[in-house]
């Protein structure tokens, strides 16, 4: 009981500079000694930017529209998460080693902390990058129920936080450049959140062509229909029902809260939408990256 207790609420600690969940931080060093293999694709996003929604699109293109063989397992069984590491349950590493290929993984890490061998091998990555400012909502509404988070205190100081880098995963602004930058030299699939909402057929026909598989266009609207928000809020596979409340408390806030683009209006006050945005306008300039912050 003692280490449940423990995993609640601790402080975030550094790794390189990077404020990570401690359990996670612990693992940043084992997962260096980690051997991608040439076929393995990665899924890599800033926390909140799509990344379940962008696994189960994948998980199904990779089953070929087949929803039994999706309903095998959670999302984190399936797509295993590279540094994830926690009391009473398989690391992300112990996951991978019983995961044949072709394998699927996840990571929210800067590029820093990532294992070599990923870039060694030419690992495709497909980036999935939000709005910052539907991220800062989203991310206060999962530190409240993700209780392997410190308290994320109020709505404003998280916001500050955030805008500083002093969330879990550090700043926001570097990780949606740094990874745009890896595009020169590493074969990345760039994607928004945005666009995945606003075109998700058009957006799986990118992720096909990138990974040179090819389905049905039937199957295609298969997989746009069986990933809808409705239909991934509702599926216990996907909506981390299964991990116990004392981890994940759903009645504070849903994981499948909202899934919109904009919601962050009903957040931000004009005075916050105003320093946010000067700030953001120093943060990103000189990149060519344009997020919308509505449809
Ligand atoms: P909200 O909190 O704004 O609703 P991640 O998987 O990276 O943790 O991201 C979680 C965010 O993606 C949540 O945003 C969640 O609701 C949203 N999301 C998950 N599945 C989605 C889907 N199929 N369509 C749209 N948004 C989805």
């Known amino acids: 009981m003692e280490l ?3 995993t609640f609420r601790s402080p975030l600690v550094k790794v390189k500079g990077v404020p990570l969940i401690k359990y996670f931080a612990e693992m940043v060093g084992p997962i260096q000694s980690f051997q991608a293999w040439p076929d393995d694709v990665l899924i890599s996003t800033y926390p909140k930017s799509g990344t379940t929604w962008l696994s189960e699109i994948l998980e199904m ?6 929803l039994q063989k999706c309903h095998r397992a959670p999302i984190y069984m399936r797509v295993p998460f590279l540094e994830f590491n926690g ?8 996951i991978l080693k019983d995961t044949p290929a072709p394998r699927l993984l996840k990571t929210h890490l800067p590029l820093d902390l990532i294992p070599q061998s990923l870039l060694d091998q030419k690992v495709k990555v497909i980036y999935v990058a939000r709005n910052a400012k539907d991220v800062a909502v989203s991310y206060y509404h999962f530190y409240k129920m993700a209780k392997g988070h410190p308290d994320p205190g109020t709505w404003d100081s998280f916001l500050e936080k955030f805008m500083d880098g002093q969330v879990s995963y550090g700043s926001w602004y570097q990780h949606v450049q740094e990874w745009w930058e890896l595009s020169r030299t590493h074969p990345v699939l760039y994607l928004f959140y945005e666009d995945l909402k606003e075109n ?3 957006e799986i026909r990118k992720i096909l062509e990138f990974l040179g598989h090819s389905v049905s266009e ?3 609207d298969h997989i746009v229909q069986h990933t809808s928000f409705k239909e991934m809020k509702k599926n216990p596979m996907t909506n981390y029902t299964t991990i116990p409340t004392e981890f994940m408390d759903q009645n504070i806030s849903p994981f499948m809260r909202k899934g919109i683009v904009g919601d962050w209006k009903s957040a931000f006050t004009v005075a916050q939408n105003e320093r946010f945005d000067a700030h953001y306008a120093k943060k990103m300039a000189g990149y060519k990256l344009n997020f919308r912050w509505q449809l």
């Not at 293109?61 to 087949?66: C, F, L, S, V």
């Open 4 to 6: 449940v207790q423990d």
């Open 61 to 66: 293109i990779y089953q070929g529209g087949d």
């Open 87 to 94: 009391p009473g349950a398989p690391s992300g590493l112990e």
């Open 200 to 202: 998700p057929k058009s």
């Open 218 to 220: 039937e199957t295609v």
